[in-house]
């Protein structure tokens, strides 16, 4: 089990950006997939990026596609989502995730991640 911090939400302005990290407790952190997802209010939980363990190859949902970056430090153990021309369609709580059952290919769905962070709020005004 892995457990997971993330920091760096915020309250920002439509086209503006933000930078989240997520630091894992995790040792061997490139044992883990790492992924984000977020979930806005009245809505389910849905993926937004992953990586892979080395870094090396990295998936994004559609709606975040051309405006999102993922990336990892393993020498540090954290994860960073680097956000930019936010929409107020971003507004959402961003969890970090981390999929320890060394699997080939990055997941998308919820249940293929077994620890989750506490969130941190994304707000975008218009």
């Known amino acids: 089990q892995v457990q997971l911090v993330e920091s760096g939400g915020g309250l920002v302005q439509a086209g503006g950006s933000l930078r989240l990290s997520c630091a894992a407790s995790a040792r061997p952190f490139t044992a883990y997939i790492m992924a984000w997802f977020r979930q806005a209010p009245g809505k389910e939980r849905e993926f937004v990026a992953g990586i892979s363990r080395n870094g090396g190859s990295t998936v994004y949902s559609d709606p975040v596609k051309g405006r999102f970056t993922i990336s990892r430090d393993n020498a540090k153990n954290t994860g960073n989502l680097q956000m930019n021309s936010l929409k107020p369609e971003d507004t959402a709580v961003y969890y970090c995730?981390?999929?320890?059952?060394?699997?080939?290919?990055?997941?998308?769905?919820?249940?293929?991640?077994?620890?989750w962070g506490q969130g941190t709020q994304v707000t975008v005004s218009s």
């Open positions: 995730a981390a999929d320890s059952r060394l699997r080939a290919v990055i997941q998308t769905s919820i249940q293929a991640y077994d620890d």
